[in-house]
């Protein structure tokens, strides 16, 4: 369970757009259907553009935002992690 409306609105809805500016979780799942987390994918790699991007968003832990990323980018498709 999460404190934040918007997580809870795409944990109940995977089409809500609801995101909070302030949340680390919302820009994972914002992060989850970028472009830049789409071509990551793709390549199976962590491309430049998508480690600077994490980066800016999570600094040293980029690691664990590309983890909730990951996280999202299943629940968004309806995948049971």
Same mark, same amino acid.
């Given at each position: 369970? #999460? &404190?934040?409306?918007?997580?809870? $609105?795409?944990? @109940?809805?995977?089409?809500? /757009?609801?995101?909070?500016? &302030?949340?680390?979780?919302?820009?994972?799942?914002?992060? %989850?259907?970028?472009?830049?987390?789409? &071509? %990551?994918?793709?390549?199976?790699?962590? #491309?430049?553009?998508?480690? &600077?991007?994490? @980066?800016?968003?999570?600094?040293? @832990?980029?690691?664990? /935002?590309?983890?909730?990323?990951? $996280?999202?980018?299943?629940?968004?498709?309806?995948?049971?992690?």
């Amino acid at each position: 369970m #999460t &404190d934040c409306p918007g997580c809870f $609105a795409a944990e @109940q809805n995977r089409l809500s /757009g609801l995101i909070y500016a &302030d949340c680390l979780s919302c820009a994972a799942r914002s992060l %989850a259907k970028s472009h830049a987390y789409f &071509d %990551a994918v793709r390549s199976e790699t962590i #491309t430049p553009a998508y480690r &600077d991007v994490l @980066q800016l968003i999570f600094g040293e @832990q980029w690691r664990d /935002g590309h983890a909730a990323a990951k $996280a999202w980018s299943a629940k968004l498709a309806g995948v049971k992690a």
